[in-house]
């Protein structure tokens, strides 16, 4: 739990959003191990939740097949929410994705959710091999798409609905918990609407934040799973013991995302080649951009920066995302993290611990 000041609420849930990054010099076996091993010791840290994320033909991530990954996870934990962030349902039968998390459901009850996006998570190419139709290829359909994922898990289709003959097994009985999840306003309406949880992703579009959770409070419908609005934002953390080891660990995360946005995807760079490359001012233009919502420093730093996050989102839960290339120094940000949040939740005076 993270406590911001006087007009935030004063405990603020943490979780993990993971990717199985693919470090140079690694390989994806132990990238996914990794994310394993980083599950199994955040739960101990008392994070809440443990997401991993669909991405395709990105050399650096390896966790495109997320459902297998969760499963995985959650047989190696006991207590954290294992969940996606997310499953993105345009690539994927509405039917598979309800049989896939059914099955975790079923297998670790009360432990799965089920976050789903609209976007690609990849480029068009890749999109078309996972869709295998360029009429595919647009997420206009999603909000259909979307009520019959939740009809498959609740048996709620209308009387002359051609699905309503499928039960979804497992599925049927089996629902984890639902959000959507979002980076414009599209989603954070919808998600009113429904009314469901919804998480932002702040770490890349930090400049929507405020809009897209003002839209879905204001489009907040009660519903049976909700009566008020429930909002997570998803944040770019790196936290170290100094501010300057700090961004030393984050120089890889920019080198990649602009060899990304250059159409050059890789495995993820070291801090020294990172630190050796000499950005042009376009590429510049593509880490300022990038970097504007993300949280890079020492302990106090990084205090400050969740506790102003808290405070003008008035998110219900964080959820922070940390790519680093060593495995070590990425545990170690999350501990950093763990500790904060823990000395801020002890009454005044109370001696704190590290």
Not at 44 to 62: C, D, K, S, T
Not at 187 to 209: E, I, V, Y
């Amino acid at each position: 739990m993270l406590e911001s000041d006087d007009a935030t609420p004063p405990a603020v849930p943490l979780s993990v959003l993971d990717l199985a990054v693919v470090a140079d010099g690694s390989d994806v076996g132990r990238a996914l191990e990794q994310s394993i091993a980083l599950a199994v010791a955040v739960e101990g840290l008392g994070y809440r939740r443990f997401w991993v994320a669909e991405h395709h033909n990105m050399p650096g991530i390896a966790s495109s097949a997320t459902a297998v990954l969760m499963g995985h996870i959650a047989s190696a934990t006991s207590s954290i929410r294992v969940g996606s962030g997310g499953i993105m349902l345009p690539n994927q039968a509405p039917l598979v994705v309800a049989e896939q998390f059914g099955t975790l459901e079923a297998l670790h009850r009360g432990r799965i959710d089920l976050g789903i996006g609209r976007a690609p998570g990849t480029d068009q190419i890749t999109a078309l091999a996972l869709r295998r139709s360029a009429d595919a290829l647009s997420a206009d359909d999603f909000p259909q798409q979307l009520g019959e994922l939740m009809a498959f898990f609740a048996g709620g289709f209308p009387e002359k609905h051609p699905f309503r003959a499928i039960t979804a097994v497992p599925g049927y009985g089996d629902e984890p918990e639902i959000w959507l999840l979002g980076s414009s306003g599209f989603s954070a309406q919808l998600a009113g609407m429904l009314g469901l949880p919804f998480s932002f992703a702040h770490h890349f579009s930090a400049a929507n934040t405020l809009p897209a959770l003002a839209l879905y409070r204001s489009h907040f419908r009660p519903s049976a799973t909700l009566a008020a609005p429930h909002a997570m934002v998803a944040v770019s953390v790196i936290c170290a013991e100094t501010d300057e080891q700090a961004q030393w660990l984050a120089g890889p995360s920019r080198l990649a995302f602009v060899r990304l946005r250059s159409g050059r995807p890789g495995r993820l760079p070291t801090p020294e080649e990172a630190a050796g490359h000499e950005y042009s001012p376009s590429e510049q233009l593509i880490i300022d951009g990038r970097t504007s919502g993300q949280i890079v420093g020492g302990p106090e730093t990084v205090r400050a920066g969740l506790a102003t996050l808290v405070h003008e989102t008035q998110a219900d839960e964080l959820m922070i995302t940390a790519m680093i290339h060593g495995y070590d120094d990425r545990l170690r940000s999350y501990e950093l993290v763990a500790d904060l949040a823990r000395n801020s939740a002890k009454p005044a005076g109370a001696a704190s611990c590290g």
